[in-house]
Protein backbone atom coordinates (compact mmCIF):
# COMPACT_ATOMS: atom_id res chain seq x y z
CA UNK A 1 0.00 0.00 0.00
CA UNK A 2 2.58 2.85 0.69
CA UNK A 3 4.29 1.34 -2.42
CA UNK A 4 1.73 3.84 -4.30
CA UNK A 5 4.28 6.72 -3.08
CA UNK A 6 5.87 7.33 -6.35
CA UNK A 7 8.74 9.76 -6.77
CA UNK A 8 7.76 13.31 -7.71
CA UNK A 9 5.29 13.26 -5.02
CA UNK A 10 2.64 12.38 -7.09
CA UNK A 11 -0.62 11.83 -4.95
CA UNK A 12 -1.80 8.37 -5.22
CA UNK A 13 -4.24 7.50 -7.43
CA UNK A 14 -7.81 6.86 -5.14
CA UNK A 15 -8.77 3.65 -7.44
CA UNK A 16 -5.49 1.78 -6.47
CA UNK A 17 -5.66 2.89 -2.93
CA UNK A 18 -8.18 0.79 -0.75
CA UNK A 19 -8.45 3.17 2.23
CA UNK A 20 -9.68 1.39 4.83
CA UNK A 21 -10.65 3.28 8.28
CA UNK A 22 -7.51 2.56 10.37
CA UNK A 23 -5.15 3.15 7.57
CA UNK A 24 -2.68 5.89 7.75
CA UNK A 25 -1.38 8.13 4.63
CA UNK A 26 1.89 7.60 3.88
CA UNK A 27 3.48 10.40 4.59
CA UNK A 28 1.92 10.41 8.06
CA UNK A 29 2.96 6.84 8.83
CA UNK A 30 6.49 8.12 8.17
CA UNK A 31 6.03 10.87 10.83
CA UNK A 32 4.55 8.70 13.16
CA UNK A 33 7.22 6.11 13.12
CA UNK A 34 9.76 8.12 13.24
CA UNK A 35 8.09 10.23 16.30
CA UNK A 36 7.80 6.71 18.01
CA UNK A 37 11.64 6.63 17.85
CA UNK A 38 12.24 9.86 18.86
CA UNK A 39 10.36 9.61 22.07
CA UNK A 40 10.53 5.82 22.65
CA UNK A 41 14.49 6.03 23.91
CA UNK A 42 13.40 8.75 26.84
CA UNK A 43 10.40 7.03 27.22
CA UNK A 44 11.94 3.32 28.10
CA UNK A 45 14.39 5.11 30.42
CA UNK A 46 11.39 6.73 32.14
CA UNK A 47 9.10 3.76 32.10
CA UNK A 48 12.28 1.88 33.83
CA UNK A 49 13.63 4.17 36.50
CA UNK A 50 11.33 6.63 37.18
CA UNK A 51 7.72 5.21 36.39
CA UNK A 52 8.39 1.59 37.45
CA UNK A 53 10.07 2.56 40.93
CA UNK A 54 7.06 4.96 41.57
CA UNK A 55 4.27 1.89 41.35
CA UNK A 56 7.21 -0.14 42.89
CA UNK A 57 6.77 2.18 46.01
CA UNK A 58 3.52 1.17 46.59
CA UNK A 59 4.24 -2.23 46.66
CA UNK A 60 6.38 -1.93 48.96
CA UNK A 61 4.92 -0.07 51.15
CA UNK A 62 2.39 -2.68 51.75
CA UNK A 63 5.04 -4.49 52.81
CA UNK A 64 7.80 -5.63 55.69
CA UNK A 65 10.94 -6.27 53.99
CA UNK A 66 14.73 -5.98 54.43
CA UNK A 67 15.79 -6.19 51.09
CA UNK A 68 16.67 -9.78 51.20
CA UNK A 69 14.94 -12.48 51.28
CA UNK A 70 10.96 -12.97 50.65
CA UNK A 71 8.88 -9.55 51.41
CA UNK A 72 5.64 -10.05 53.47
CA UNK A 73 2.46 -8.71 53.02
CA UNK A 74 1.27 -6.55 55.83
CA UNK A 75 -1.50 -4.02 54.11
CA UNK A 76 -1.79 -0.59 55.71
CA UNK A 77 0.08 -1.82 58.78
CA UNK A 78 3.02 0.75 57.80
CA UNK A 79 0.92 3.75 57.23
CA UNK A 80 -0.71 2.88 61.04
CA UNK A 81 2.74 2.37 62.25
CA UNK A 82 3.51 6.51 60.93
CA UNK A 83 0.29 7.20 61.76
CA UNK A 84 1.98 6.10 65.83
CA UNK A 85 5.13 6.50 65.46
CA UNK A 86 6.31 10.00 67.37
CA UNK A 87 9.22 10.30 64.78
CA UNK A 88 7.10 10.03 61.95
CA UNK A 89 4.97 12.33 63.17
CA UNK A 90 7.23 15.30 64.05
CA UNK A 91 8.86 14.74 60.96
CA UNK A 92 5.58 14.85 59.20
CA UNK A 93 4.87 18.16 60.73
CA UNK A 94 7.99 19.43 60.56
CA UNK A 95 8.36 18.88 56.49
CA UNK A 96 5.15 20.30 56.16
CA UNK A 97 6.11 23.30 58.61
CA UNK A 98 9.71 23.94 56.67
CA UNK A 99 8.05 23.52 53.40
CA UNK A 100 5.45 26.59 54.04
CA UNK A 101 8.55 28.48 56.21
CA UNK A 102 10.83 28.60 53.27
CA UNK A 103 7.75 29.28 50.87
CA UNK A 104 6.60 32.21 52.69
CA UNK A 105 10.46 33.41 53.34
CA UNK A 106 11.83 32.67 49.64
CA UNK A 107 8.69 34.18 48.03
CA UNK A 108 8.62 37.52 50.45
CA UNK A 109 11.79 38.81 50.93
CA UNK A 110 13.10 37.95 47.25
CA UNK A 111 9.72 40.19 45.90
CA UNK A 112 10.88 43.36 48.19
CA UNK A 113 14.29 42.86 47.19
CA UNK A 114 13.58 42.47 43.74
CA UNK A 115 11.36 46.06 44.33
CA UNK A 116 14.07 47.66 45.14
CA UNK A 117 16.99 45.96 42.92
CA UNK A 118 14.74 47.41 40.03
CA UNK A 119 14.98 51.33 41.24
CA UNK A 120 18.42 51.57 41.31
CA UNK A 121 21.54 52.52 38.61
CA UNK A 122 22.23 49.38 36.38
CA UNK A 123 25.26 48.53 37.93
CA UNK A 124 24.56 47.86 41.44
CA UNK A 125 21.57 46.04 40.10
CA UNK A 126 24.02 43.74 38.40
CA UNK A 127 26.30 43.75 41.38
CA UNK A 128 23.25 43.04 43.62
CA UNK A 129 22.01 40.09 41.29
CA UNK A 130 25.12 38.62 41.18
CA UNK A 131 26.05 38.33 44.40
CA UNK A 132 21.94 37.40 45.80
CA UNK A 133 22.49 34.43 43.19
CA UNK A 134 25.61 32.87 43.74
CA UNK A 135 24.63 30.72 46.94
CA UNK A 136 21.99 29.16 44.89
CA UNK A 137 24.51 27.82 42.47
CA UNK A 138 26.82 25.68 45.21
CA UNK A 139 25.63 22.43 46.19
CA UNK A 140 23.56 21.80 49.29
CA UNK A 141 27.05 19.79 50.83
CA UNK A 142 29.43 22.50 49.98
CA UNK A 143 27.00 25.27 51.36
CA UNK A 144 25.75 22.50 54.47
CA UNK A 145 29.44 22.03 55.52
CA UNK A 146 30.42 25.89 54.83
CA UNK A 147 27.65 26.76 57.11
CA UNK A 148 28.33 23.87 60.02
CA UNK A 149 31.68 25.84 60.26
CA UNK A 150 30.09 29.46 60.90
CA UNK A 151 27.62 27.57 63.20
CA UNK A 152 30.34 25.69 65.16
CA UNK A 153 30.15 26.41 69.17
CA UNK A 154 33.44 26.73 69.93
CA UNK A 155 35.30 28.46 66.81
CA UNK A 156 32.64 29.25 64.18
CA UNK A 157 32.35 32.96 63.06
CA UNK A 158 29.25 33.36 64.13
CA UNK A 159 29.72 33.03 67.67
CA UNK A 160 33.06 35.04 67.31
CA UNK A 161 31.04 37.68 66.21
CA UNK A 162 28.64 37.85 69.03
CA UNK A 163 31.57 37.18 71.08
CA UNK A 164 33.21 40.40 69.97
CA UNK A 165 29.98 42.15 70.50
CA UNK A 166 31.10 41.66 74.06
CA UNK A 167 29.25 38.66 74.96
CA UNK A 168 31.59 37.07 77.11
CA UNK A 169 32.53 33.12 76.51
CA UNK A 170 29.34 32.99 73.88
CA UNK A 171 29.25 29.67 72.25
CA UNK A 172 25.68 28.49 71.75
CA UNK A 173 25.51 25.08 69.29
CA UNK A 174 23.09 26.61 66.91
CA UNK A 175 22.69 23.29 64.68
CA UNK A 176 23.72 21.34 68.39
CA UNK A 177 20.41 22.50 70.26
CA UNK A 178 16.66 21.38 69.74
CA UNK A 179 15.61 24.82 69.94
CA UNK A 180 18.18 27.10 67.37
CA UNK A 181 18.68 24.47 65.27
CA UNK A 182 15.62 24.45 62.79
CA UNK A 183 15.93 28.09 62.69
CA UNK A 184 19.90 27.88 62.04
CA UNK A 185 19.13 25.80 58.92
CA UNK A 186 16.28 27.86 57.68
CA UNK A 187 18.75 30.60 57.25
CA UNK A 188 20.78 28.84 55.17
CA UNK A 189 18.17 27.48 53.06
CA UNK A 190 16.59 31.30 52.72
CA UNK A 191 20.24 32.46 51.81
CA UNK A 192 20.93 30.10 48.89
CA UNK A 193 17.16 30.25 47.88
CA UNK A 194 16.79 33.81 47.69
CA UNK A 195 18.19 34.24 44.55
CA UNK A 196 16.65 32.30 42.18
CA UNK A 197 12.56 33.56 43.36
CA UNK A 198 14.69 36.78 43.47
CA UNK A 199 15.64 36.98 39.50
CA UNK A 200 11.83 35.56 38.44
CA UNK A 201 10.39 38.41 40.06
CA UNK A 202 13.02 40.91 38.58
CA UNK A 203 12.22 39.39 35.21
CA UNK A 204 8.57 39.93 36.37
CA UNK A 205 9.03 43.74 37.00
CA UNK A 206 11.10 44.49 34.21
CA UNK A 207 7.86 43.26 31.71
CA UNK A 208 5.92 46.11 33.81
CA UNK A 209 4.35 48.62 31.57
CA UNK A 210 6.55 51.53 32.88
CA UNK A 211 3.65 53.83 31.65
CA UNK A 212 1.86 52.45 34.71
CA UNK A 213 4.13 52.93 37.20
CA UNK A 214 4.01 56.86 35.66
CA UNK A 215 0.63 57.07 35.53
CA UNK A 216 0.76 56.25 39.58
CA UNK A 217 3.45 58.48 39.92
CA UNK A 218 1.25 61.21 37.81
CA UNK A 219 -1.30 60.65 40.45
CA UNK A 220 0.96 61.26 43.52
CA UNK A 221 1.08 57.60 44.48
CA UNK A 222 4.49 57.29 46.85
CA UNK A 223 6.84 54.39 46.54
CA UNK A 224 4.95 52.08 48.75
CA UNK A 225 1.58 52.84 47.12
CA UNK A 226 3.27 51.70 43.62
CA UNK A 227 4.68 48.57 45.13
CA UNK A 228 1.17 47.50 45.98
CA UNK A 229 -0.65 48.89 43.73
CA UNK A 230 1.23 48.41 40.57
CA UNK A 231 4.01 45.98 40.90
CA UNK A 232 2.16 43.42 43.60
CA UNK A 233 -1.32 42.99 40.64
CA UNK A 234 1.09 42.99 37.80
CA UNK A 235 3.25 40.15 39.01
CA UNK A 236 0.45 38.10 40.13
CA UNK A 237 1.37 35.26 38.02
CA UNK A 238 5.01 35.80 38.66
CA UNK A 239 3.87 35.17 42.13
CA UNK A 240 2.03 32.36 41.82
CA UNK A 241 4.81 30.37 39.85
CA UNK A 242 7.21 31.34 42.48
CA UNK A 243 5.16 30.03 45.44
CA UNK A 244 4.72 26.62 43.80
CA UNK A 245 8.53 26.08 43.20
CA UNK A 246 9.21 27.41 46.42
CA UNK A 247 6.44 24.44 47.85
CA UNK A 248 7.52 22.06 46.01
CA UNK A 249 11.28 22.23 46.80
CA UNK A 250 10.04 22.89 50.07
CA UNK A 251 8.59 19.33 50.41
CA UNK A 252 11.92 17.92 48.94
CA UNK A 253 13.91 19.09 51.95
CA UNK A 254 16.57 16.75 52.22
CA UNK A 255 20.73 17.67 51.24
CA UNK A 256 21.13 20.71 53.54
CA UNK A 257 19.36 19.05 56.91
CA UNK A 258 21.21 15.20 55.86
CA UNK A 259 24.51 17.38 55.87
CA UNK A 260 23.86 19.77 58.84
CA UNK A 261 22.37 17.55 61.31
CA UNK A 262 21.17 14.62 59.92
CA UNK A 263 18.16 14.88 61.62
CA UNK A 264 19.09 15.68 64.99
CA UNK A 265 20.11 16.18 67.74
CA UNK A 266 17.68 13.59 69.07
CA UNK A 267 15.49 13.90 65.57
CA UNK A 268 14.29 17.28 66.26
CA UNK A 269 15.76 18.24 62.80
CA UNK A 270 14.51 14.97 61.41
CA UNK A 271 11.81 15.82 58.04
CA UNK A 272 10.33 12.95 56.31
CA UNK A 273 13.41 12.45 53.54
CA UNK A 274 15.97 12.14 56.34
CA UNK A 275 13.95 10.36 58.49
CA UNK A 276 12.95 7.13 55.78
CA UNK A 277 16.45 7.17 54.23
CA UNK A 278 17.73 6.59 57.60
CA UNK A 279 15.10 3.80 57.61
CA UNK A 280 16.52 2.47 54.20
CA UNK A 281 20.16 3.11 54.42
CA UNK A 282 21.41 4.34 57.68
CA UNK A 283 21.72 0.56 59.19
CA UNK A 284 23.62 1.47 62.04
CA UNK A 285 25.04 -1.92 63.56
CA UNK A 286 22.16 -4.38 63.98
CA UNK A 287 18.90 -2.12 62.81
CA UNK A 288 17.86 -4.32 59.63
CA UNK A 289 16.35 -2.07 56.95
CA UNK A 290 13.45 -1.35 56.61
CA UNK A 291 12.23 -1.22 53.31
CA UNK A 292 8.96 -1.41 53.73
CA UNK A 293 8.00 1.28 56.32
CA UNK A 294 10.72 3.49 54.52
CA UNK A 295 8.62 3.29 51.43
CA UNK A 296 5.45 3.86 52.92
CA UNK A 297 7.09 7.35 54.10
CA UNK A 298 8.30 7.87 50.95
CA UNK A 299 4.17 7.63 49.53
CA UNK A 300 3.33 10.20 52.35
CA UNK A 301 6.55 12.51 50.52
CA UNK A 302 4.72 12.04 46.98
CA UNK A 303 1.19 12.73 48.02
CA UNK A 304 2.47 16.19 49.59
CA UNK A 305 4.32 17.15 46.29
CA UNK A 306 1.16 15.74 44.54
CA UNK A 307 -0.83 18.55 46.75
CA UNK A 308 2.00 20.73 45.39
CA UNK A 309 1.71 20.40 42.22
CA UNK A 310 -2.23 20.94 42.13
CA UNK A 311 -1.64 23.84 44.51
CA UNK A 312 0.07 25.48 41.44
CA UNK A 313 -2.03 23.99 39.00
CA UNK A 314 -4.40 25.79 40.30
CA UNK A 315 -2.85 29.26 41.27
CA UNK A 316 -1.92 29.56 37.79
CA UNK A 317 -4.78 28.95 36.04
CA UNK A 318 -6.49 31.54 38.22
CA UNK A 319 -3.81 34.19 38.48
CA UNK A 320 -4.03 33.44 33.98
CA UNK A 321 -7.19 34.07 33.85
CA UNK B 1 4.93 73.45 40.60
CA UNK B 2 8.32 73.18 40.13
CA UNK B 3 9.70 73.34 43.15
CA UNK B 4 7.56 70.16 44.22
CA UNK B 5 9.00 68.18 41.25
CA UNK B 6 12.59 69.44 42.39
CA UNK B 7 12.12 68.50 45.68
CA UNK B 8 10.61 64.88 44.69
CA UNK B 9 13.41 63.88 42.51
CA UNK B 10 16.25 64.51 45.58
CA UNK B 11 14.02 62.31 48.02
CA UNK B 12 14.20 60.28 44.75
CA UNK B 13 17.74 60.41 44.52
CA UNK B 14 17.97 60.18 48.14
CA UNK B 15 16.08 57.18 48.25
CA UNK B 16 17.46 55.68 45.22
CA UNK B 17 20.66 56.16 47.37
CA UNK B 18 19.52 54.73 50.55
CA UNK B 19 18.22 51.72 48.29
CA UNK B 20 21.20 50.93 46.84
CA UNK B 21 23.42 51.20 50.27
CA UNK B 22 20.92 48.69 51.75
CA UNK B 23 21.10 46.14 48.90
CA UNK B 24 24.68 46.36 49.08
CA UNK B 25 25.02 45.59 52.70
CA UNK B 26 22.53 42.58 51.74
CA UNK B 27 24.73 41.46 48.84
CA UNK B 28 28.00 41.29 51.41
CA UNK B 29 26.24 39.86 53.86
CA UNK B 30 25.46 37.39 51.03
CA UNK B 31 28.75 36.49 49.88
CA UNK B 32 30.36 36.76 52.88
CA UNK B 33 30.71 32.94 53.88
CA UNK B 34 32.33 33.04 50.46
CA UNK B 35 34.58 35.22 51.00
CA UNK B 36 35.66 33.59 54.81
CA UNK B 37 35.84 30.00 52.99
CA UNK B 38 38.54 31.34 50.68
CA UNK B 39 40.50 33.53 53.28
CA UNK B 40 40.09 30.54 55.28
CA UNK B 41 41.59 28.07 52.36
CA UNK B 42 45.15 30.38 52.25
CA UNK B 43 45.80 30.61 55.90
CA UNK B 44 48.17 28.38 57.82
CA UNK B 45 46.70 25.71 59.68
CA UNK B 46 47.32 26.27 62.72
CA UNK B 47 46.11 30.03 62.33
CA UNK B 48 42.14 29.56 61.03
CA UNK B 49 41.14 30.64 64.86
CA UNK B 50 41.51 33.59 66.36
CA UNK B 51 43.70 35.27 63.77
CA UNK B 52 42.80 38.54 62.08
CA UNK B 53 40.03 38.39 59.16
CA UNK B 54 42.48 38.84 56.62
CA UNK B 55 45.11 35.95 57.05
CA UNK B 56 48.89 37.82 57.89
CA UNK B 57 49.95 35.19 55.57
CA UNK B 58 49.06 33.74 52.60
CA UNK B 59 49.39 30.07 51.88
CA UNK B 60 48.39 27.57 49.23
CA UNK B 61 49.60 24.59 51.26
CA UNK B 62 45.90 23.49 52.67
CA UNK B 63 45.38 23.43 48.43
CA UNK B 64 48.43 20.94 48.14
CA UNK B 65 46.71 19.10 51.51
CA UNK B 66 43.55 18.60 49.62
CA UNK B 67 45.14 17.41 46.71
CA UNK B 68 47.61 15.01 47.83
CA UNK B 69 45.47 13.49 51.04
CA UNK B 70 42.26 13.14 49.70
CA UNK B 71 42.46 11.54 46.08
CA UNK B 72 40.44 14.62 45.40
CA UNK B 73 41.99 14.97 41.41
CA UNK B 74 40.57 11.43 40.69
CA UNK B 75 37.38 12.47 43.11
CA UNK B 76 37.19 15.25 40.37
CA UNK B 77 37.41 13.70 37.38
CA UNK B 78 34.72 10.94 38.33
CA UNK B 79 32.46 14.46 38.86
CA UNK B 80 33.46 16.04 35.11
CA UNK B 81 33.43 13.24 33.33
CA UNK B 82 30.02 11.47 34.80
CA UNK B 83 28.57 15.16 34.61
CA UNK B 84 29.72 15.41 31.07
CA UNK B 85 28.43 12.38 29.65
CA UNK B 86 25.41 12.96 31.56
CA UNK B 87 24.64 16.41 30.18
CA UNK B 88 25.59 14.42 26.90
CA UNK B 89 22.53 12.01 26.87
CA UNK B 90 20.21 14.28 28.32
CA UNK B 91 20.59 15.98 25.26
CA UNK B 92 20.31 13.81 22.92
CA UNK B 93 17.18 12.47 24.31
CA UNK B 94 15.44 15.45 25.57
CA UNK B 95 16.28 16.91 22.28
CA UNK B 96 14.43 14.12 19.71
CA UNK B 97 11.94 13.85 22.34
CA UNK B 98 10.99 17.78 22.62
CA UNK B 99 10.83 17.95 19.06
CA UNK B 100 8.35 14.84 18.19
CA UNK B 101 6.12 16.55 20.96
CA UNK B 102 6.32 19.67 19.28
CA UNK B 103 6.34 19.56 15.89
CA UNK B 104 5.09 15.79 14.64
CA UNK B 105 1.97 13.76 14.97
CA UNK B 106 1.40 11.28 16.51
CA UNK B 107 -1.19 8.81 18.15
CA UNK B 108 -1.10 9.11 22.03
CA UNK B 109 1.01 11.63 21.78
CA UNK B 110 -1.14 13.76 24.85
CA UNK B 111 -1.44 10.89 26.78
CA UNK B 112 2.78 10.18 26.57
CA UNK B 113 3.34 13.53 27.08
CA UNK B 114 1.27 13.61 30.16
CA UNK B 115 2.30 10.65 32.01
CA UNK B 116 6.44 11.54 31.32
CA UNK B 117 5.41 15.57 32.84
CA UNK B 118 3.51 13.55 35.58
CA UNK B 119 6.41 12.86 37.72
CA UNK B 120 8.20 15.70 37.07
CA UNK B 121 8.03 16.98 41.12
CA UNK B 122 9.00 13.81 42.11
CA UNK B 123 11.47 14.53 45.09
CA UNK B 124 14.95 12.01 45.08
CA UNK B 125 14.48 10.55 48.44
CA UNK B 126 10.69 9.29 47.48
CA UNK B 127 12.43 7.40 44.68
CA UNK B 128 15.53 5.98 46.61
CA UNK B 129 14.61 2.80 47.34
CA UNK B 130 12.72 1.38 44.46
CA UNK B 131 15.74 2.92 41.91
CA UNK B 132 18.37 1.31 44.42
CA UNK B 133 16.12 -2.06 44.38
CA UNK B 134 15.89 -1.39 40.15
CA UNK B 135 19.25 -1.32 39.93
CA UNK B 136 20.32 -4.16 41.94
CA UNK B 137 17.86 -6.07 39.59
CA UNK B 138 20.31 -5.15 36.64
CA UNK B 139 23.03 -5.73 38.67
CA UNK B 140 24.48 -1.74 37.98
CA UNK B 141 25.30 -1.33 41.89
CA UNK B 142 28.26 0.64 42.89
CA UNK B 143 28.33 1.13 38.93
CA UNK B 144 29.08 4.84 37.36
CA UNK B 145 27.18 3.71 34.11
CA UNK B 146 23.94 2.82 36.51
CA UNK B 147 24.20 6.10 38.42
CA UNK B 148 24.74 7.94 34.56
CA UNK B 149 21.04 6.19 33.47
CA UNK B 150 19.25 7.20 36.80
CA UNK B 151 20.51 10.48 36.29
CA UNK B 152 19.92 11.05 32.79
CA UNK B 153 16.27 8.97 33.23
CA UNK B 154 15.13 11.30 36.04
CA UNK B 155 16.13 14.08 34.07
CA UNK B 156 15.53 13.90 30.58
CA UNK B 157 11.43 14.52 30.92
CA UNK B 158 12.12 18.01 32.13
CA UNK B 159 14.72 18.80 29.16
CA UNK B 160 12.46 17.83 27.38
CA UNK B 161 9.70 19.95 28.72
CA UNK B 162 12.13 22.73 28.05
CA UNK B 163 13.47 21.69 24.44
CA UNK B 164 9.70 20.79 23.45
CA UNK B 165 8.84 24.97 24.08
CA UNK B 166 11.52 26.23 22.11
CA UNK B 167 11.15 23.94 19.49
CA UNK B 168 7.20 25.14 19.09
CA UNK B 169 8.28 28.85 18.73
CA UNK B 170 9.88 27.80 15.85
CA UNK B 171 7.34 27.45 12.38
CA UNK B 172 5.93 25.06 11.26
CA UNK B 173 7.46 26.16 7.37
CA UNK B 174 10.55 25.26 8.35
CA UNK B 175 9.99 21.80 8.62
CA UNK B 176 7.32 21.16 6.29
CA UNK B 177 9.69 23.08 3.72
CA UNK B 178 12.60 20.43 4.52
CA UNK B 179 10.16 17.42 4.36
CA UNK B 180 8.63 18.40 0.38
CA UNK B 181 12.50 18.44 -0.24
CA UNK B 182 12.42 14.99 0.38
CA UNK B 183 14.63 14.81 3.36
CA UNK B 184 13.76 11.94 5.96
CA UNK B 185 12.65 12.98 9.35
CA UNK B 186 16.20 12.61 11.20
CA UNK B 187 17.50 14.36 8.43
CA UNK B 188 15.24 17.10 9.31
CA UNK B 189 15.55 17.20 12.34
CA UNK B 190 19.20 17.16 12.53
CA UNK B 191 20.44 19.45 9.63
CA UNK B 192 17.51 22.28 9.97
CA UNK B 193 15.90 21.86 13.32
CA UNK B 194 18.78 21.18 15.81
CA UNK B 195 21.09 24.25 14.62
CA UNK B 196 18.92 26.46 15.21
CA UNK B 197 18.07 25.49 18.98
CA UNK B 198 21.38 26.16 20.16
CA UNK B 199 19.83 28.70 22.77
CA UNK B 200 17.76 26.19 24.00
CA UNK B 201 20.14 23.70 24.15
CA UNK B 202 22.53 26.32 25.99
CA UNK B 203 20.02 26.39 28.35
CA UNK B 204 19.88 22.25 28.69
CA UNK B 205 23.04 21.91 29.32
CA UNK B 206 23.67 24.59 32.04
CA UNK B 207 20.68 22.82 34.12
CA UNK B 208 21.73 19.69 33.62
CA UNK B 209 25.45 20.63 34.51
CA UNK B 210 24.83 22.07 37.63
CA UNK B 211 22.29 19.16 38.52
CA UNK B 212 24.35 16.64 37.99
CA UNK B 213 27.66 18.56 39.53
CA UNK B 214 25.51 19.19 42.15
CA UNK B 215 23.88 16.22 43.09
CA UNK B 216 24.43 14.21 46.48
CA UNK B 217 21.70 11.95 47.46
CA UNK B 218 21.89 8.78 44.59
CA UNK B 219 25.51 9.20 43.90
CA UNK B 220 25.94 8.44 47.77
CA UNK B 221 23.75 5.98 47.81
CA UNK B 222 24.12 3.74 44.51
CA UNK B 223 28.12 4.00 44.53
CA UNK B 224 30.36 2.39 47.71
CA UNK B 225 33.63 1.80 46.18
CA UNK B 226 35.32 4.76 47.19
CA UNK B 227 37.57 5.30 44.22
CA UNK B 228 34.46 5.63 41.83
CA UNK B 229 32.73 8.48 44.09
CA UNK B 230 32.21 11.94 42.29
CA UNK B 231 33.23 14.80 44.82
CA UNK B 232 29.80 15.87 46.55
CA UNK B 233 30.06 12.48 48.39
CA UNK B 234 33.63 12.93 49.32
CA UNK B 235 33.46 16.87 50.49
CA UNK B 236 30.57 15.20 52.48
CA UNK B 237 33.09 12.48 54.47
CA UNK B 238 35.54 15.10 54.46
CA UNK B 239 33.45 17.19 56.68
CA UNK B 240 34.09 14.12 59.15
CA UNK B 241 37.36 13.52 58.53
CA UNK B 242 38.74 17.05 58.42
CA UNK B 243 36.53 18.28 61.01
CA UNK B 244 39.23 19.76 62.58
CA UNK B 245 41.20 21.21 59.60
CA UNK B 246 39.19 23.88 58.22
CA UNK B 247 41.68 25.13 55.90
CA UNK B 248 42.18 21.87 54.00
CA UNK B 249 38.40 21.37 53.90
CA UNK B 250 37.79 24.79 52.84
CA UNK B 251 40.14 24.52 49.90
CA UNK B 252 38.32 21.57 48.93
CA UNK B 253 34.98 23.40 49.03
CA UNK B 254 36.48 25.92 46.88
CA UNK B 255 37.88 23.85 44.47
CA UNK B 256 34.65 22.32 44.06
CA UNK B 257 32.66 24.91 43.26
CA UNK B 258 34.76 26.25 40.47
CA UNK B 259 33.09 24.83 37.73
CA UNK B 260 29.81 25.62 38.49
CA UNK B 261 30.66 29.13 39.29
CA UNK B 262 32.75 29.08 35.68
CA UNK B 263 29.59 27.82 33.95
CA UNK B 264 27.94 30.68 35.91
CA UNK B 265 29.66 34.15 35.13
CA UNK B 266 30.24 32.52 31.42
CA UNK B 267 26.90 31.31 30.70
CA UNK B 268 24.81 33.60 32.52
CA UNK B 269 22.65 35.31 30.04
CA UNK B 270 21.25 31.94 29.08
CA UNK B 271 21.00 30.60 32.54
CA UNK B 272 18.85 33.25 33.72
CA UNK B 273 16.75 33.00 30.05
CA UNK B 274 16.45 29.97 30.20
CA UNK B 275 15.47 29.57 33.89
CA UNK B 276 12.52 32.38 33.58
CA UNK B 277 11.44 30.44 30.23
CA UNK B 278 11.92 27.38 32.24
CA UNK B 279 9.56 29.18 35.00
CA UNK B 280 6.87 31.36 33.10
CA UNK B 281 5.94 28.33 30.60
CA UNK B 282 5.48 26.03 33.69
Not at chain 1, 166 to 178: C, Q, Y
Not at chain 1, 189 to 204: D, Y
Not at chain 2, 162 to 182: N, T
Request: glycine share 8%; net charge positive; hydrophobic share 50%.
Amino acid sequence: MTSTLTHGGAPPTPTKTVRRPWSVPPIRRKEMLAAYGFVLPTFFLFALFVGYPILHTFYLSTAEWSGFGDATFIGLDNFLRAALDPVAQSAFLLTIGWALATTVLQTAIPLVIAAMVATVPGPISVVVRTALFIPGIVSFVVSGVLWRLIYDPNFGTLNAAIQRLGVEGFNHPWLGSANSAIPALLVVAVWQGIGMSMLIFFAGIQGIDPGLNEAAMMDGAGVLQRFRHVTLPSLRFVTAIVLALNLMNGFKVFDLIYVMTGGGPNNSTQVLGTYLYGLAFGSTSGSVPQLGYASSLSIIVMALCTVAVLFQMRLSRRAGA
Amino acid sequence: MSATITSKTVTGRMGRWATSAVLLLISIATVYPFVWMILTSLRESNSVFGGPFIPERITLDAYSRVLEFTGFVGHYWNSLWMTTVTCAVVLALSTLCGYAFAKLRFPFKNALYVVLLSTLMMPGTALIIPVYLQLRTFGLLDSQLGLIIVYASGAAPFSMFLMRAFFESLPDELVQAARVDGAGELLVFLRVVLPLARPGIATVVIFQFLATWNEFLMANTVLQTPDKLPLQPILFSLQGQYSTDWTTLCAGLALSAIPVVLVYVFLQRQFIAGMTLGAVKN
